[in-house]
Nanobody, 126 residues
Framework: QVLLVESGGGSVQTGGSLRLACAASGVTYRSYCMGWFRQAPGKEREGVATINSDGRTNYADSVKGRFTISLDIPENSLYLQMNSLKPEDTAMYYC????????????????????WGQGTLVTVSS
């Protein structure tokens, strides 16, 4: 059973930076997709960035050039470096994972994944 635990959320001012981390356990497949998703109050969940186990990344247009997703496979850890934060980035951020070839090939922010963490809150004040 996959277990995902996020950390690193907090409160920052506009223009600040945060680094989110996700510790994964129970991952037995070599091919998988991991990603960061977020949900702001009153809004639907949206994909932020994804990375597959080959290191291919994809980003939502709203975060391109500001956020960087990375994967440390030996440590089973996923990261999201968030720079130039804006108030509209305020949301609960979730780490997600789905194993298997289908997820590996179709690893995009617009495709929800199978397993989810509990989330970590990011608040950006103006």
């Amino acid at each position: 059973q996959v277990l995902l635990v996020e950390s690193g959320g907090g409160s920052v001012q506009t223009g600040g930076s945060l680094r989110l981390a996700c510790a994964a356990s129970g991952v037995t497949y070599r091919s998988y997709c991991m990603g960061w998703f977020r949900q702001a109050p009153g809004k639907e969940r949206e994909g932020v960035a994804t990375i597959n186990s080959d290191g291919r990344t994809n980003y939502a247009d709203s975060v391109k050039g500001r956020f960087t997703i990375s994967l440390d496979i030996p440590e089973n850890s996923l990261y999201l470096q968030m720079n130039s934060l804006k108030p509209e980035d305020t949301a609960m951020y979730y780490c997600a994972l789905e194993a298997g070839w289908r997820a590996f090939v179709g690893c995009f922010p617009g495709r929800p994944l199978e397993s989810w963490g509990q989330g970590t809150l990011v608040t950006v004040s103006s």
